[in-house]
């Protein structure tokens, strides 16, 4: 009984730890990855990076779609269904980590989601824009960058907004 409470208590502490580095677990609706991949036009080769990346259902689908995907999760049950779906998958541009995404460079990223809180966002314009190479896409779920300009916003009534950012 000891190890099983130690163990919950263990996966909820990576939940906070979540939380605090860049936002709760709070997944992306299924239903808004249509939007997302009419937005996102991956093609085959590119580099597709998710921080934050939840259960791993984007990475999923940039995979899919012929990226070498890549996920980042601190949070140890979302983290661990992602590597679930990613035996699923079994595609091997489907990359998922146990990691935190800030000492990540992410010089050589094409496509970038990212669904973070609002504070979360501001934090990270300073490291996109120090980081990413001309071209790259970065698509927002919820919260705009503040002090960006989204070159397009893909508005559902009554769903949340996605942001299509250019560097």
Known sequence: MFWLLLAVILVLLTFVYGGFLGAPWVPSRGRDLRRFVNLAACRPGEIFYDLGCGDGRFVATAARLGADARG????????????????????????????????????????????????????????????????????????????????????????????LYRR
């Not at 779906?85 to 489907?94: D, I, N, S």
């Not at 698509?139 to 996605?162: F, N, R, S």
């Open 72 to 163: 980042f999760e601190v949070s140890l049950l979302p983290y661990l269904l992602a590597k679930i779906r990613g035996l699923w998958l079994l595609k091997k541009a489907y990359h998922v980590r146990c990691k935190n995404f800030w000492p990540v460079s992410l010089s050589d990223a094409d496509i970038i989601y990212i669904f973070l809180s609002p504070r979360a966002n501001e934090r990270l314009a300073k490291k996109l824009a120090n980081e990413l190479k001309p071209g790259a896409r970065i698509i927002a779920y919820v919260w705009p960058i503040p002090g960006w300009t989204p070159e397009k916003i893909d508005e559902v009534p009554h769903q949340p907004k996605l942001f």
